[in-house]
């Protein structure tokens, strides 16, 4: 199947820094990609989805001003944590969409762990 | 909203079959998926249903779709335990891309 990547997988920062995380359609060419957060023994939530130039739309109640998106290629999608909180740290999952998809199918990243100290 | 439920654990000995269960409220369902996660990975998906469909079998994996009740499940036949995960199920609802996840159910295979 189609190949999702994030980088970095893992990262560690002090708190106040900002921190970029970039998620990637290997072989395929991706409108939309979709940005999920997920806490330890929690569903992934979808914080926003992110639309190849143009301004991503967020779910309620994130903040865009502290997760800023951006789509600026149909493979690149990045999100930036900024001023980044240790109640931010998370697991961030990316997903894009190949296409139109027979079933809509979404291909994950392998996830970036976030943790702020 | 639309709400996706699961248990949260299941246990099972090695060579039974898992059956994963999972209720979702929102009737305009087009897609249910099942996917998996490993530790510290991100998601896999493992098989989907078109919501006109009752059954899908692929190799060890077995999916029942009762519509009327809402109710998706997730049969694994041989459970190895390379199959110990957490097993999200998610639903598409008509016209959007967006998934409503479930909280998962963590699948713990004993040897």
Known sequence: ?117 | GEDVEQSLFLSVREGDSSVINCTYTDSSSTYLYWYKQEPGAGLQLLTYIFSNMDMKQDQRLTVLLNKKDKHLSLRIADTQTGDSAIYFCAEKEAGSYQLTFGKGTKLSVIP
């Open chain 1, 1 to 117: 199947g189609a190949v999702v990547s994030q980088h970095p997988s893992r990262v560690i920062c002090k708190s106040g820094t900002s921190v970029k995380i970039e998620c990637r359609s290997l072989d395929f060419q991706a409108t939309t990609m979709f940005w999920y957060r997920q806490f330890p023994k929690q569903s992934l939530m979808l914080m926003a989805t992110s639309n190849e130039g143009s301004k991503a739309t967020y779910e309620q109640g994130v903040e865009k001003d502290k997760f800023l998106i951006n789509h600026a290629s149909l493979t690149l999608s990045t999100l930036t944590v900024t001023s980044a909180h240790p109640e931010d740290s998370s697991f961030y999952i990316c997903s894009a969409r190949e296409g139109v998809g027979l079933a809509g199918e979404l291909f994950f990243g392998e996830g970036s762990r976030l943790t702020v100290l």
